[in-house]
């Protein structure tokens, strides 16, 4: 846009009604959310730069400081997010294969009707396609595109967010494992810590055992008795008393 022409469009704004303004701020924020090219009231096959051409239209239609709505602000924003999707190439092409299934299931849906309207169908045939391509620039197509585009984007978000959840799940389900690995090796790594803290005691006991033939005080830990057995295990042989 040149200077000329948004200096004109400025002008023009200027003297537009704060009606005018507070109805587009309503229109814009009951807009389908996931429809870009609703918020921008464009049509599903305008340019990137038809785009930003109608974002700097309405985006001075409904700025905070010229809007007194109290919404004007979600509105502005609402609009530079849709620019900002339309305008990212994967964004644009998602929504624009998004829109292209939407068509197909239109297409097949008219096809069935037609085969059952003979005087159509003949007069689909004769005009190599032009019927049909009239009857989608009509308004009847459009607003059932519009719906169907909708119908389909929500499908697409609900296993999106689906998706999302079990992606969620499954990281608390890992993260919760690891948790519980690092805690089991942590008590092991005390248990040994302990048992590594016991071994003078353990061993200055078995000395004094093996000394004094005595048993260890209450509170100390004893070595295990020693029993020798035959093989056939008809016997034990106890320990020989010494001295």
Not at 137 to 142: G, K, L, M, N, V
Not at 156 to 171: A, D, L
Not at 211 to 230: F, H, N, Q, V, W
């Amino acid at each position: 846009m040149g200077e000329e022409d948004d200096l004109l469009l400025k002008s023009f704004f200027a003297e537009v009604s704060e009606v005018e303004r507070d109805n587009e701020v309503v229109r814009i924020l009951s807009c389908f959310k996931l429809n870009p090219f609703e918020h921008l009231n464009l049509s599903f096959d305008s340019s990137p730069d038809e785009v930003k051409k109608q974002y700097r239209k309405l985006s001075l239609m409904v700025h905070p400081d010229k809007c007194k709505h109290p919404q004007s602000k979600e509105a502005f924003g609402a609009l530079a997010k849709a620019q900002q999707l339309l305008l990212e190439p994967q964004e644009r092409e998602y929504l624009l294969s998004q829109i292209n299934a939407a068509k197909e299931e239109l297409r097949a849906k008219r096809k069935k009707q037609l085969k059952k309207d003979n005087a159509s169908k003949i007069k689909s045939q004769v005009d190599e396609g032009k019927y049909e391509q009239q009857y989608e620039q009509s308004d009847e197509f459009q607003q059932q595109l519009k719906l169907k585009v909708r119908e389909i984007l929500t499908e697409q978000e609900w296993r999106r967010r689906k998706m999302q959840m079990r992606i969620s799940e499954e990281e608390g389900r890992l993260k919760k494992d690891e948790e519980e690995t690092k805690e089991m090796w942590k008590r092991k790594r005390e248990h040994e810590e302990q048992w590594e803290g016991t071994r003078e005691n353990r061993v200055s006991s078995w000395r004094d055992f093996m000394k004094t033939g005595k048993k260890a005080k209450k509170g100390e830990i004893r070595p295990p008795k020693l029993k020798t057995e035959d093989p056939n295990k008809s016997y034990v042989q106890r320990p020989v008393k010494r001295g």
